[in-house]
């Protein structure tokens, strides 16, 4: 059974939440400073957590990429890390 996942809505929106206004008032200035950062790009955490789309399936491409790449580091020049990224897997 594939899990249910809340969207956001104007009374439970992730960035009015009582526990979020408590820690921009926390004694630790990472916490605070974390809380500040979510707060300046609000509407882009918004649309990350309610947006249906996923980046996963770009991210696994980009980390199969960079291991390929260190794989070759050193002794791999530019035409070679193309002919392997294109004939991986």
């Known amino acids: 059974m594939t899990p249910v996942i809340p969207q956001p809505t104007a009374s439970r929106h992730p ?3 009582h526990e979020f206004n408590r820690s921009r008032q926390h ?3 990472a916490l605070r400073q974390f809380a500040d950062g ?3 790009d609000r509407d882009a955490v918004i ?3 309610s947006s249906t789309w996923s980046s996963g399936q770009v991210e696994g491409q980009v980390t199969r990429v960079k291991l390929i790449k260190r794989k070759g580091y050193g002794r791999a020049n530019l035409d070679l890390l193309r002919r ?3 004939l991986a897997d």
């Open 38 to 40: 979510l707060l300046h």
């Open 15 to 17: 960035l009015r939440h």
């Open 84 to 86: 392997c990224i294109l």
């Open 47 to 49: 649309a990350g957590l």
């Open 27 to 29: 004694d630790l200035p």
